[in-house]
């Protein structure tokens, strides 16, 4: 089993363990619905205290999301910047939610390598997918990205690795072609415009 699937089901354990103790102080007794509803708005103000520092982190995730990649660039490298001038707070993600991956900077890189591949930047895409790796060799997203990387690069046996390397470590459940097919129909509708 992969440290990806170990992951998902010690998170969803966890959660269901949270969820079957608090019912159980309330069917008990030993907790009435106010305080329950008061320690909820606490971990929730807590958690929005905790992300403060990550905000740069979060908002270039939003931006990528948006296909916003010059902006979303700009924020993780503000973040990556942040990392180094303080360097604790790449410890606040273990506050969060992560089936791949814990490292912080890790999961910068591995964006800014996705971001220079849709800005056709493929030399720099790779430095940052493998300081990725290099950062969580056990990540599968950098893999991933390497084999979209290989494709554009018309080395499909080194995708094909990639790829696999990505499934092995728990990110995707596509067959090698179904991939190949998306990435190429992808590529296909953002150059589409271009004459």
Known sequence: MSK???RKYGYIALLCAIIAFVFWLHATGR???TSMLGSALGVLVLG???NYPLRHFFKGLAA????QWERSEGLFIAFLEDLERRPWIRYLNYWNYNAYTHSLEAMAMNNLGAIATHKNQLAEAESFLQKSLAL???YPKPYYNL??????Q???EMAKSYFEKSRELGFSNDSF???MTKVQTAYAEVNSGLD
């Open 64 to 67: 990528f999301r948006q296909q």
């Open 177 to 179: 072609d179904q991939f």
């Open 136 to 138: 969580d060799p056990l």
């Open 4 to 6: 990806t699937a170990l």
């Open 154 to 156: 018309k080395k499909m």
């Open 147 to 152: 084999a979209v990387l290989a494709i554009r």
């Open 48 to 50: 929005r205290i905790i």
């Open 31 to 33: 907790i009435s619905s």
